[in-house]
């Protein structure tokens, strides 16, 4: 984006008509063209800002503009008129000044766009928040609802105020808008009963009718055809561009929103509705004796409506419009009214009825938005009046327009020229005197109180008598005759006698904006303004809130003889009250000017132009502003504007900045007569002296540009080139790395390669020789097969050799035996037939016997019983041989299943059974049960650690054991261990090694023949054991230790066969003694088992309880 920090940057023609040079008409007028050419509608005349009409919707209104011009200050940007809305809040937020924006032009040049504009900026930039916020909305609300009755469509402006209109608009301290106030000057109201041609009546009337629901007509007693109204207008009904619906709308929702409460709605809607009907009251003569004419109302219908409509009785409306009380003092006169009479008065009538009801919208809108606080507030006044208005048939209306207009120029002289010579007091400036043209002794010629023009119209109106506009006239040729500004062709100045553009019945004024001739028909009913009081009374009579309060004057309690101020004093007195208010207020100007009379865009019309710079006074303006220096900057932007025209000042001026000016004019040789310094700025008096400056600074800054250029394109190649080279590096970093890499991947998989082809080789050279050795011993081993082979053939062939002779022998003496015992026995044949027969019958039984048993061969478990019956009896004997056959080959399939410890488990059940088996009662009960050898779990059970690591050898046999007591026959638990070639017996509790017998000194067992545990050790004469003497124990698994004990000792190195002696009694040697152990028969058994007891020296007897 374009970036500006002054108005004279990239100015298109300029952008201050004070900096215009030289200054005529024409170039005032050409560069006012030339920027609106280019779409800059907005040009200054120092702060007064000039706007065309762009009568086309450009891109300068967004929100991004509104912050574009935020806090900037005047001159920094662009002219625009955001500009100087900001300029104006922001001294009134930050200086407490309050300020007013005049905003002038003629009509349809932009002024109430230009007023809404500055409202929508101030409302956009000032504080936010729901209360502000509210009150915002109110005050913009205002505007279409004054519009909907105040504007209309005219020639000149589709949407032209036809009143003025003067906005304050109040803030806090913080420059919050907190309400406002609204005045309203001179409506229109003539437009009410009658609009020129191509124009329209206010809006409302149209879009009351257009918008209103057909609910809302009917309560109106309306019709939407437009044509059935008298007082529309029907040639311009429809105007192109405006939605009359969508506007009664909009209209409707801001009343709601400014606070008009639904009942005053209806009214407003209801008197609007009767000044319809109004208009379409008509009337016709009616012949009286006294040879006068009298009107009558022609059809009563609408009266009746509009009657009902504002609740009037329709008699007394009705004689309103026939007759007329004129009271003078105590006397009542009533006089009769013409058609012409009535027409007049329905017409006052209605003018009346708008325009009251327009006041009292503004009113009832003031109410609205007022400030709630009673504090001081800071003012900003917002005011869209008329322009100067100079038409070829200028009345009544024209003469007080222009009137208020120079009582502004008046304003705008005096405030400049105040503000010029505050300036220059301020800056120490010597003050020269401007010459300009005051227009006082104009407002003097109008406002005067004694021969001003309104004194005399109010004077004329006044006069008993016959008072016309005539009479009116000629008292003013002859008051005003002498003012330098008035001219009449009948008055006493001769030199206006022959001049035929000034008609007999007009006069013409010298504005400061130029000659204007009013024509004086219609300037005394105009001011008189007058509404039969017969009317006011009827109005005030009826029976309507709204009405009643809009004709107070029509109260008979307050009948007030006094005539009603007349328009023109009203005015006057108006005026007055603004150009005061305005006084006290830092004024901004905005000046609107319409380029085309065709309401088009791009069109500049010189002429129109040319003849709104004329009226509305700009080159007065700008003379004034340049009257003594045209131009002016603080020091600051100053230097910093034009610094680079100076070296010493160039880059950085260090000193103050007003110094560095200094410096930069006498640098420049500008002479002194050319500027001057102020406090705080400097002042330069010729527009020329500032643009030479303007061109040095633009040659300058073409070179400080060239210079930017080349030290940034010098930078820019430099990075580059030091970016490639960085690269370069970068990339031939990588390419080498990349490169390296790649041949080491090529040398590593070529060594691979080779290394694998040399072990290929290394490997294959040993397979050969390997494969060269085997082949050796193969074909040895070949050589020696082959060899045996040859050996064994040969044997072979002789044995097969020798039992061929053999056999031939045999068989050559079987032939000859057979030859023999046939030609002996050859007699005994056929008695041989019978016994071959059977043989071969008793054949093919065994055949069939045979393969029926293979069919049906019964189960392999060897305890399966089952084996076919016997089909013949003479089978019987190898019936039962094969059975046993089957039975032992079954058996040996069986046990050919076997693992080597389940064949010696049932070696060892083999064993105890050859031992026991019908030898000892104890044996049965022991069949059933396994041979587990380790019932302590030695190994794993940690009570045995200590016993099981002293043992050398593996354990085969556990038990816990009874050695029994040789003294008593109890017994004392003892662990028995059996190892490979001992057995052990170790305390139960301790584990502690009691004794250790080495197999081969185990001399024989003895066991008894019942069912008991008992058995004895008997160890071999002078053993080292056999000192203790011999062991006698119990056991719960007898059968199992003595299997076993047998077993191992039979394995024992040098031991013989072990003896098992099994009898009822039998010796043991307790060290030198032998005892007799005797077994005996005891009670059945009860539970307990066998008991020992010592019955003597020599015996200890066992009691064996009988199992039967
Ligand atoms: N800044 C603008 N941008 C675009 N169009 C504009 C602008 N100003 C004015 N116009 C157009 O010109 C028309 C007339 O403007 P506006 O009603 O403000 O004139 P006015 O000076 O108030 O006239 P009057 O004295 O009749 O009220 C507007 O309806 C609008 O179409
Ligand atoms: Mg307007």
Excluded at 392 to 406: A, H, L, V
């Amino acid at each position: 984006m374009e970036v500006k920090t002054s108005l004279l940057d990239n100015m298109i023609g300029v952008g201050d008509m004070v900096l215009l040079e030289p200054l005529t008409e024409d170039s005032f007028i050409e560069n006012l063209r030339n920027r609106f050419d280019h779409n800059e509608i907005y040009t200054y005349i120092g702060s007064v800002v000039i706007s065309m009409n762009p009568y086309r919707s450009l891109p300068i209104f967004t929100p991004e503009k509104v912050e574009e011009y935020r806090n900037r200050n005047f001159y920094e940007l662009s002219p625009h008129i955001y500009a100087l809305a900001d300029e104006a809040y922001r001294s009134l937020r930050d200086q407490d000044k309050d300020q007013c924006i005049l905003i002038t032009g003629e009509s349809g040049a932009g002024k109430t766009e230009a007023s809404k504009l500055v409202m929508s900026y101030v409302a956009a930039v000032c504080g936010k928040g729901q209360e502000v916020n509210k009150v915002k909305e109110q005050l913009l609300q205002s505007n279409p609802v004054l519009e909907a009755f105040g504007n209309a469509k005219t020639v000149r402006n589709d949407n032209s105020s036809r009143f003025g209109k003067y906005m304050d608009i109040e803030f806090d301290f913080k420059g919050d808008p907190v309400g406002g106030v609204i005045s309203n000057y001179l409506l229109e109201k003539s437009r009410v009963v009658k609009q020129p041609r191509g124009e329209r009546n206010f809006h409302i009337f149209y879009q009351l009718l257009s918008g209103a629901s057909d609910d809302t007509l009917r309560k109106l007693k309306l019709d939407r055809d437009f044509s059935k109204y008298n007082y529309l207008s029907l040639d311009s009904a429809n105007v192109n561009g405006l939605d009359d619906a969508a506007n009664f709308r909009t209209v409707r929702n801001a009343m709601q929103i400014v606070g008009f409460m639904e009942d005053e709605v209806q009214s407003v809607l209801e008197l609007v509705a009767a000044v319809l009907k109004l208009g379409n009251i008509e009337f016709k003569p009616e012949s009286r004796s006294n040879g006068y004419d009298e009107s009558r109302v022609k059809d009563k219908n609408d009266l009746k409506e509009m009657c009902e409509l504002l609740g009037i009785e329709q008699s007394v409306l009705e004689r309103a419009f026939s007759y007329r009380t004129v009271e003078a003092k105590l006397e009542k006169v009533s006089t009769t009214l013409n058609v012409s009479q009535a027409y007049y008065a329905r017409d006052a009538l209605a003018k009346n009825l708008y325009s009251r009801l327009f006041s009292w919208l503004v009113t009832r809108i003031n109410e609205s938005i007022k400030a709630q606080s009673k504090t001081r507030h800071k003012v900003m006044g917002v005011l869209d009046i008329y322009g100067f208005e100079i038409f070829e048939d200028n009345s009544f209306e024209q003469f007080i327009i222009n009137y208020c207009n120079e009582k502004l120029q008046q304003i705008f002289i005096e405030l400049t020229l105040r503000e010029e010579q505050e300036e220059y007091i301020r800056e120490d400036i010597e003050w020269t005197n401007i010459e300009y043209f005051n227009n006082a002794v104009i407002c003097d010629l109008i406002e005067n109180n004694q021969n001003g023009i309104l004194a005399m119209l109010d004077e004329e109106c006044l006069r008993p008598g016959t008072v016309t506009d005539i009479t009116f006239l000629d008292k003013l040729n002859t008051v005003c005759a002498e003012h330098q500004h008035f001219e009449s062709r009948l008055s006493k100045n001769s030199k206006f006698l022959t001049d035929h553009s000034l008609p007999h019945s007009c006069f013409r004024i010298q504005h400061y904006a130029g000659k204007v001739l009013y024509r004086v028909e219609g300037f005394m009913d105009k001011n008189n303004d007058l509404l039969y009081r017969d009317l006011s009374q009827a109005m005030y009579k009826a029976n309507h809130k709204l009405i009643k309060q809009l004709f107070p004057e029509g109260n008979p309690a307050k009948v007030n003889l006094k005539r009603p101020p007349t328009a023109g004093f009203q005015f006057k007195h108006s005026v007055g009250t603004l150009m005061r208010n305005l006084q006290t207020k830092n004024p901004n100007y905005i000046r609107c000017v319409k380029p085309n009379d065709k309401k088009a865009p791009r069109i500049f019309t010189d002429s129109l132009v040319r003849h709104q710079v004329a009226y509305l006074g700009l080159m007065e303006n700008v003379r004034v502003r340049r009257a003594g220096y045209a131009y002016r900057q603080a020091y600051e932007p100053c230097l910093e504007r034009y610094k680079m025209l100076c070296k010493q000042t160039w880059p950085h001026w260090k000193g103050p900045t007003r110094e560095g000016v200094e410096v930069l004019m006498a640098d420049l040789q500008v002479s002194t007569e050319e500027f001057a310094y102020g406090n705080s700025k400097i002042f330069i008096r010729n527009p020329r002296t500032l643009f030479s400056l303007e061109e040095k600074r633009r040659g300058c800054l073409e070179n400080l540009a060239a210079l930017i250029q080349k030290i940034y394109r010098g930078w820019k190649c430099r990075t580059h080139f030091l970016l490639l080279k960085r690269s370069q590096v970068v990339v031939a970093a990588w390419y080498r790395r990349y490169a390296q890499q790649k041949k080491y991947t090529q040398i590593k998989s070529a060594t691979i390669m080779v290394q694998s082809y040399s072990r290929g080789w290394k490997a294959r050279k040993i397979l050969r020789e390997l494969k060269h050795q085997k082949r050796c011993e193969e074909a040895a081993t070949t050589i020696a097969a082959y060899w045996h082979g040859t050996q064994a053939r040969r044997e072979l062939k002789r044995l097969k050799k020798e039992a061929r002779r053999r056999h031939a022998v045999a068989v050559i003496w079987a032939y000859w035996l057979g030859l023999k015992v046939r030609r002996e026995y050859r007699k005994f044949f056929r008695a041989n037939a019978g016994r071959k027969i059977y043989s071969f019958i008793m054949q093919r039984l065994m055949q069939k016997y045979f393969l029926g048993l293979k069919r049906d061969l019964p189960s392999m478990s060897p305890i399966g019983g089952s084996w076919p019956t016997r089909p013949y009896r003479f089978l019987d004997t190898a019936h039962t041989e094969l059975r046993s056959i089957f039975h032992h080959w079954r058996c040996k399939k069986y046990r050919s299943r076997f693992t080597d410890e389940r064949k010696a488990v049932f070696e060892e059940k083999l064993q105890a059974s050859e031992i026991f088996k019908d030898k000892k009662a104890l044996y049965p009960s022991s069949v059933g049960q396994p041979f587990r050898g380790d019932y302590l779990e030695i190994s794993k059970n940690p009570k045995y650690q200590k016993l099981s690591s002293a043992m050398d050898e593996k354990v085969l046999l556990a038990d816990v054991v009874n050695k029994i007591n040789r003294a008593n026959g109890k017994g004392t638990a003892r662990i028995f261990l059996l190892t490979k070639n001992n057995f052990v017996l170790a305390d139960q509790k301790t584990g502690q090694v009691k004794a250790s017998v080495p197999l081969p000194d185990l001399a024989s067992i003895s066991v008894s023949t019942q069912n008991d545990g008992f058995f004895a050790l008997k160890l071999k004469e002078g053993s080292a054991g056999a000192t203790k003497g011999d062991f006698l124990l119990s056991s719960e698994h007898l059968i199992e230790i003595i299997t076993k004990l047998r077993r191992t000792g039979a394995t024992a190195v040098n031991h013989d066969h072990l003896d098992i002696d099994i009898s009822d009694e039998f010796l043991v040697q307790f060290k030198q003694d032998k005892v007799c152990v005797k077994f005996v028969q005891g009670a059945p058994k009860n539970g307990n088992g066998a008991s020992c007891k010592r019955k003597n020296n020599r015996l200890l007897e066992v009691s064996v309880p009988s199992t039967a």
